[in-house]
């Protein structure tokens, strides 16, 4: 699995006694005296992915043709996260930084910027999926509701409109969440991949092998994407109905059939705030449409989605792994889809 940079930034800085005793009983690579040959060269390149997903795909294509470190371990909220120095340092040491792009590691753009002005080369998984943007796929219902805030947001003043976009937390209007649909992510491991092999400098025969990984890796996200729809199978069309706690699965919901009927966060942003009088909007569209949960996810706190799922009979609140990889059930891309496409029918009546 790949290493956790953040990880690595928690411990404890040991003495070098200690270290020296533990390469001695490990064996492991260290530019002391007496330690292995085992070089960064002879591991190959070093590729630093931001995000454990990315981390995951890229390990399934690497192969040993080098290692990936994560910058953001599992578990970790990519729109609240923020690099330390020593993981800024990381970043800027490596061979090739792999990147999600469209706004998703807001914390992180400065430090991958100042990166690429190292000359740091930088491939963003975004650069090869057809994007959404932000909201796609919400109601009819919901588009109006816009249309009438819109409508009365242009009667506001320049000033107070220039305020607002300064303390707007949303990230533009492309979504980056494309991860929910693992056809969008094979042709992002496609791009990826040649990204790679360019940026790293690799020779022929080493272009030619990572190129081969990746077939052979989109093959098996091709074969996860019919296995998803063979699990969402028995969810009928009325109740392939959405409701998240930020906008986070338009692609899975363009992908699948489905559709995003609301938001508690009208943002692909974990970190932007809720309005009280969309709550209780939001409220009357579960009943309405009679949906039976609420998604969140597990990253972030609950209290929105159990307080919305609160106020209306027989709604449940359902976690998934959607943004960070996780030990319960998501240690890799594959079992994360996987497991959010059988949370996903069983909340909708699928199970």
Avoid at 29 to 40: L, V, W
Avoid at 133 to 154: K, P, S, Y
Avoid at 221 to 227: G, H, K, Q, Y
Avoid at 281 to 308: C, H, I, N, Q, Y
């Amino acid at each position: 699995m790949p290493r956790s940079l953040a990880l690595l930034g928690s411990r404890a800085i040991l003495g070098l006694p200690a270290l020296a005793l533990i390469a001695a009983a490990t064996g492991c690579g260290s530019s002391t005296e007496g330690a292995s040959n085992d070089t960064a060269d002879d591991r190959g390149i070093t590729v630093v992915a931001t995000t454990s997903i990315l981390a995951d795909v890229l390990d399934n294509t690497l192969g040993d043709l080098g290692t990936v470190e994560t910058l953001m371990g599992p578990g970790t909220d990519p729109h609240d996260f923020a690099p330390s120095a020593k993981e800024v340092a990381e970043m800027r040491d490596a061979d090739v930084l792999v990147v999600n792009g469209a706004g998703l590691e807001a914390g992180v753009e400065s430090a991958i910027d100042a990166a690429r002005e190292d000359g740091v080369p930088v491939c963003t998984a975004t650069d090869y999926v057809d994007l959404l943007e932000a909201g796609d796929d919400h109601d009819e219902a919901a588009h109006e509701d816009e249309a009438a805030h819109e409508d009365e947001a242009a009667h506001e003043d320049e000033a107070a409109h220039e305020d607002e976009a300064a303390h707007d937390h949303d990230h533009g209007p492309e979504d980056p969440h494309f991860f929910t649909d693992p056809a969008r992510m094979a042709d992002a491991v496609d791009g990826l991949a040649t990204c790679v092999a360019e940026a790293a400098g690799l020779d022929s025969g080493e272009a030619d092998s990572l190129e081969e990984s990746a077939l052979a890796y989109e093959s098996r996200l091709d074969e996860l994407d019919s296995e998803v729809e063979e699990i969402l199978a028995p969810v009928t069309p009325e109740n392939r109905v959405l409701v998240t706690d930020h906008e986070v699965f338009s692609y899975f919901a363009d992908r699948y059939g489905f559709e995003v009927a609301g938001t508690i966060i009208p943002s692909t942003s974990s970190q932007s705030e809720p309005d009280a009088r969309a709550l209780a909007d939001l409220a009357d569209l579960l009943r309405d449409k009679e949906v039976s949960a609420v998604f969140t996810d597990s990253t972030s706190s609950p209290e929105l989605s159990e307080a919305l799922a609160g106020e209306v009979d027989g709604v449940s609140v359902v976690a998934l792994h959607t943004e960070s990889l996780s030990p319960d059930g998501a240690d890799t891309y594959e079992e994360m889809v996987r497991s959010n496409a059988s949370k996903i029918a069983d909340a909708l009546g699928g199970g």
